[in-house]
Structures are given as C-alpha cells and as structure tokens.
C-alpha cells in the first residue's frame, strides 16, 4: 500500500475538525488547531489547504449534508461524523472550488487511511461518484431559496422579517470569504505605501480612520509590522469603539467582556493614559487577553479573570468614566469569519443571550459615573440582540440617555444603529451609546 500523501492527512484533518463540530465538541477553530498539534509534520500550504477544506465546508454544510445523507443505505454513527465531513469537503471542493472530481474523490478515498477507516473507502467512493459535476450542480440550482441560504430555518425566517429588503444582501455576504481586515497603530498612509510596494494590494477602509484591508491574505506573520504590533486583525465595524468611547488621559475606561483583547489594545493604542480594566470570565480567554496586549505593547491596564455580573476587586468605588460592554451574542454578524456558527447556534439560545445582556447593562450601569459614557455593542444583526435589549434598558432606567451615532456607520435600529455585514466592508455589527444623567 502506497504511503499517505500530505493531501490526504490535510482532508483528515479537516475531515475530523468538522466531524467534531457536527457531534458538538467545540468550535471549528479550536477543533482545527487541535489536529494540527498532533499533525506537525503538515506545512503551512497543507494546513491553508486544511483550513480551506474545513471552513469551507462549515459554510455549505447545510446545503451539502442532505445530500451525502440521501445517499448513504444507512446512517453513519455518530463516531463517523468525520466521514460526513470528509464527502462534505470533498464535494466543497468539486463545486466552489472547481477542482476536478477525480482529484477531490481520490484525494477523500485516501483519506478514509489517515482517519484510520480504511473500511470506509469504498462506501465514501460510492457516494462521492453520485454527484459528477453537472448533477451536483443541477442539484444545488433546484433547492429552495431557503436551503441555497445554507441557514437552519429559524435564522433564515429571523433575517426575512427583520431584513425583508436587504435579505439577499445579508445571506450572500454571511455566506462570502471574509477580508483580511488590519487596525493600524500608527500612520495608516505609511502602512499602506509600504503594504502596497510589496504587493499586498492594501485598501483603506472608510468607517474607520485605522482600518486596512488586504487583498492578499498571507500568513500574519508574514506581514511587516504584525509581529511588532503595529497591526491588528480587527473588523473596521469593531474598531468603532475607541470613537465612540470618547477616550481621553487619565479616564478610568472598563472592557467588561474583554477577551480576546482586540477592542482592549485598541483603545490603549488610541488614547495612552486612559486607566483600564479589563475583565473576563474564562481563564484560558484571559490568557489571550494578556497575549493580545503583550504582542500590542499595551501599557496602562489591570486584567481580572472576573464575571462582570459579580461584584469583585475590580470595581471602583468611584465609577467608572466609560464602560464597554461588548456583549456575548449569537455571533450572527461574523457568519463569514465563523461559518461553524450555523451548526452550532440554536433558536432558544437568542432568549437566553438576550437575557445576559440585558442582565450586564443593569450590573454595570450603576459602575458609571454620572456624565460618563457607556457603549454597548454585540457582532449580530439580530434585533432581539440589539435595538430591543438596549430600548428595555433605557425605558427601564430613567437615567441612561441615548445618545446619537454617526449616521456613517449602519443604519437607524431603535436607541442604537445597526450594521449589516457587506462582502468587501463590515461585519455586521449593532453599537448603542449611552449616557448616565442625574435623576430629577
């Protein structure tokens, strides 16, 4: 028997990183990390080929799955969820990327070995040639346009209503390769004159005075001044926070949700001198934190592995100057950075999630000084998520007030304004401003 080809360890790796998500073990990113800790022998190009294998996938994953699943005699186990993901990936491959069929499934045959299911080589044959070419694709052009979404039902029926003119807008976006999206800590301009004579074919964003896109996505560490943490991978939609924060030295600012620290550094970098701390929950997020304002050279923070609905050594008896509430959400906004999303999110977590951030602003609300500024933001499109929770709070609390949004950024949604996701731009992002004024 031949050897295994790097091609074929590189499916099984994405083949188990989504297999895994499909059993419900954790996220696509963690998942894929994980495989390539046990795989080091992979390059860098077999891992981008990995990576393009799994994420791709993730995001035709409902649009793929019924029909590898119509096509088998019985149902895999749910210990062969990786073998779902492998014809998943391989079908993937044939359709967007417009590989030949042979090479996608030969190339998922061979993989049955590195998953060490040689068993499975013939079953994944047979399935995979059920779909030369032009049947996969006469297949896909006949679903419903709620299956082409590639979205369970309930998100779908969730964009429709509150999106009914700009739908299709929304999904395509959702379901497109995201931009590389940099912050740069420094003189943009400079960046982009020496990005540009390197051929990275840099693009200045338009919300944001810091943000950059690059049209040509090489490893981070590729690019100059990433290590030195010049540059950040930030969304030009969440570095609107420094603006709307209004920083200035000496002001006592707290990240409430602030892991994995992008919006952390951000402010530090925009406003040195402001007093910050910054809280999360999660130890192994608060390792990132650190990690993130290590690489940035961040000065002038305190971090707490702290709930901020829980009372602790974090809190001022003074209050507060701003307060960033950058709240857990659905994630609905950054489908096209976290395609996994879709498998993983469910219809009653909304209620939930929606509950939690209304549960923030009243613990964090009363930790503002009186003048002070508080922004709440989450990366979703939801209403429910957004515009609603924020306008309970404010009908609820006499002395918050709302404050007016640059009209630049989204559109007008109740207290707050609302940003969809755009294919070269934005994700989608909601942002509310608000402010705590003396009661009568």
């Given amino acids: 028997m031949p050897p295994l080809t790097k091609g074929g360890t590189s499916r099984a790796c994405a083949a188990r990183a989504l297999g895994a998500v499909l059993q419900g073990q954790g996220n696509l990113k963690g998942q894929l990390e994980a495989q390539f800790q046990r795989t080091p022998s992979l390059s860098p190009m077999d891992r981008r080929f990995a990576t393009q294998l799994a994420f791709g996938g993730a995001r035709v994953s409902l649009r793929l799955l019924p029909l590898v699943d119509g096509a088998l005699k019985h149902p895999l186990k749910d210990r062969d969820q990786d073998l779902r993901a492998l014809m998943v990936g391989a079908l993937y491959q044939m359709h967007w990327l417009g590989a030949a069929p042979p090479l996608c499934v030969n190339g998922a045959v061979e993989a049955t070995r590195a998953l060490k299911k040689p068993w499975a080589s013939k079953l994944v044959n047979a399935v995979l040639r059920k779909f030369p070419a032009e049947v996969l694709s006469a297949t896909l052009a006949n679903q419903s346009p709620e299956d082409q979404s590639g979205l369970p039902r309930w998100w779908y029926d969730a964009l429709a209503h509150a999106y009914p003119n700009q739908l299709a807008e929304v999904i395509a976006a959702g379901n497109s390769e995201p931009p590389l999206t940099l912050r740069v800590d420094g003189d943009r301009e400079a960046v982009a004159a020496e990005l540009e004579s390197l051929g990275f074919g840099p693009r200045l964003g338009t919300l944001s005075a810091k943000a950059l896109y690059l049209n040509k996505a090489p490893p981070l560490q590729d690019i100059p001044g990433f290590l030195e943490g010049r540059l950040t991978v930030q969304d030009e939609g969440a570095q609107l926070t420094t603006e709307l924060l209004d920083l200035a030295p000496g002001l006592a600012v707290l990240d409430a949700c602030a892991a994995p620290g992008g919006k952390a550094s951000a402010l530090l970098a925009a406003c040195p001198g402001v007093e910050l701390t910054a809280l999360d929950p999660n130890p192994k997020r608060v390792e990132r934190l650190l990690d993130t304002l290590k690489r940035t050279g961040s000065k002038g923070f305190t971090v707490h592995c702290a709930d901020a609905l829980e009372p602790g050594p974090w809190q001022r008896e003074q209050g507060f100057d701003r307060i ?36 923030l602003l009243r613990a964090l609300f009363p930790q503002l000084k009186a003048g002070g500024r508080l922004v709440y933001c989450t990366c979703s499109v939801l209403p429910e998520e957004g515009e609603a929770v924020v306008a309970k709070f404010v009908a609820e609390t006499p002395e918050a007030r709302a404050l007016s949004l640059p009209e630049s950024f989204g559109r007008a949604a109740g207290p707050g304004r609302q940003g969809l996701p755009t294919r070269q731009g934005p994700d989608g992002f909601f942002y509310a401003v608000l402010e705590r004024v003396p009661t009568p």
Avoid at 327 to 355: M, N, Y
């Fill in 324 to 359: 960033l509430v950058d709240a857990p959400c659905s994630g609905t906004g950054i489908l096209r950075r976290q395609p996994d999303i879709r498998l993983l999110r469910q219809p009653g977590e909304l209620a939930k999630l929606s509950t939690l951030q209304g549960a």
